[in-house]
């Protein structure tokens, strides 16, 4: 059965960092056909996706977390990775991994569209 746990949410001051970790068990994060990504989810809104890797090589970034966030992946540890820098208070969220081995690309942005999902790390950014 496919687990994904997160780790590594907290509070910290506004223009910090976090790194968010996500370590995948009965799912290769580096397989051929798996995508991985992170969605969070603020109270009252809906669940967006933040980054993605699809199939290995394709990266997506929404445009509000670009060049302050970035996903990676440790292939070794079956751990996917979100460093987050530079945070911001419309940063805070629940944070969720989440991964799938039939995603299509077109549907990389949809949380509807992945199996497998992780229990969520609170991130507070306070001001």
């Known amino acids: 059965q496919v687990q994904l746990v997160e780790s590594g949410g907290g509070l910290v001051q506004v223009g910090d960092s976090l790194r968010l970790s996500c370590v995948a068990s009965?799912?290769?994060?580096?397989?051929?056909?798996?995508?991985v990504a992170w969605f969070r989810q603020a109270s009252g809104k809906e669940r967006e996706i933040v980054a993605a890797i699809f199939r290995r090589t394709n990266y997506y970034y929404a445009d509000n977390v670009k060049g302050r966030f970035t996903i990676s992946r440790d292939n070794a540890k079956n751990t996917v990775y979100l460093q987050m820098n530079n945070l911001r208070p419309e940063d805070t969220a629940v944070y969720y991994c989440a991964a799938d081995r039939t995603l299509i690309l077109a549907s990389i942005r949809n949380s509807r569209q992945y199996d497998y999902w992780g229990q969520g790390t609170q991130v507070t950014v306070s001001s």
């Open positions: 009965e799912l290769d994060v580096n397989g051929d056909r798996a995508s």
